[in-house]
């Protein structure tokens, strides 16, 4: 079991950037996958980007490539999500997921892959 805390949010004008950090506790954090997900209000629960057990395969939503970066640091439990050139469009609470998926060759891209969550972070870009 890991338990997951977001850091980092808060708002921004259009174009700026901001550094999102996951805090783990709990064991073997480098096995698990992690996610960063949104939710805008009205709106589903989408993905931002994952990133594999072994840090090896990284996915992202098309509309963050270029701009969004997801790493992993399993020395210190984190997992960061940098993020360029924001948008209005995408203020959202920003969460943390992770799975246990050590061993496993597949990377969930959907939230019901994941089954731990952090609180959120709120984000909002202004115009």
């Known amino acids: 079991q890991v338990q997951l805390v977001e850091s980092g949010g808060g708002l921004v004008q259009a174009g700026g950037s901001l550094r999102l950090s996951c805090a783990a506790s709990?064991?073997?954090?480098?096995?698990?996958?992690m996610g960063w997900f949104r939710q805008a209000p009205g709106k589903e629960r989408e993905l931002i980007a994952v990133?594999?057990?072994?840090?090896?395969?990284?996915v992202y939503a098309d509309s963050v490539k270029g701009r969004f970066t997801i790493t992993r640091d399993n020395a210190k439990n984190t997992v960061y999500l940098q993020m360029n050139s924001l948008k209005p469009e995408e203020t959202a609470v920003y969460y943390c997921?992770?799975?246990?998926?050590?061993?496993?060759?597949?990377?969930?891209?959907?939230?019901?892959?994941?089954?731990?969550w952090g609180q959120g972070t709120q984000v909002t870009v202004s115009s």
């Open positions: 990133i594999s057990w072994g840090g090896g395969r990284i």
């Open positions: 709990g064991r073997s954090f480098s096995n698990y996958a």
């Open positions: 997921a992770g799975d246990y998926a050590y061993g496993r060759r597949s990377l969930s891209t959907a939230p019901s892959g994941y089954e731990y």
